[in-house]
């Protein structure tokens, strides 16, 4: 296997484990705001909001594997 094969296949660990923590984090905070929603109705718009700012920094985690992924795909690492 080749230097470029190893890269590859490192490339392909990053964004694979990176993006199964944002993933479960993404659903826990579904969850719970879901689940906040259901007792409290009245709050949903804050929930809302506060759930999808929760989600953007989660989905940042997952960016930023996507980025080191492709520095390793590239060979720059």
Known sequence: MTDHGLQLIGAALAIGLAAIGPGIGIGLVANGALQAIGRNPEAAGTLTTTMFI????????????????????????
């Open 54 to 77: 929760g989600i953007v920094f989660t989905e940042a985690l997952a960016i930023f594997g996507l980025v080191i992924s492709f520095l390793i795909g590239f060979g720059i690492f």
